[in-house]
């Protein structure tokens, strides 16, 4: 599985991005899909994430309610519209995938995730 994030770039604080992450090889039937991201000098940390059948989301609570995580299968993508973005918001995203389902707790936790996409760079700046 190969996953492919695109979409990052400088935006000004209060603007928005929307990025994608397109999953390809044996990619049919990926549980979880999601986003982490990694700040200059921090450790990666979870943004967001959604499960299929049923569908289940959660956000970080730095994220929540400017964030929205969305997925079309039918595309193998998972999107992260992001809203009133913050300089602290600046980042390095990178997306995560899962083929099976991971316990619910353990959803956030990077090491939870097999696959991983290359990161894609969003810079919230004046």
């Known amino acids: 599985v190969q996953l492919q994030a695109s979409g990052g770039g400088l935006v000004q604080p209060g603007g928005s991005l929307r990025l994608a992450c397109v999953a390809s090889?044996?990619?049919?039937?990926?549980?979880?899909m999601g986003w982490f991201r990694q700040a200059p000098g921090k450790e990666r940390e979870f943004v967001s994430t959604?499960?299929?059948?049923?569908?289940?989301?959660y956000y970080s609570n730095s994220v929540k309610g400017r964030f929205t995580i969305s997925r079309d299968n039918a595309k193998n993508t998972v999107y992260l519209q992001m809203n009133s973005l913050k300089p602290e918001d600046t980042a390095v995203y990178y997306c995560?995938?899962?083929?099976?389902?991971?316990?619910?707790?353990?959803?956030?936790?990077?090491?939870?995730?097999?696959?991983w996409g290359q990161g894609t760079l969003v810079t919230v700046s004046s």
């Open positions: 995560a995938a899962r083929m099976g389902r991971i316990i619910t707790s353990f959803q956030t936790r990077a090491d939870s995730y097999e696959y």
């Open positions: 090889g044996r990619s049919r039937g990926l549980y979880h």
């Open positions: 959604q499960s299929m059948s049923p569908v289940t989301t």
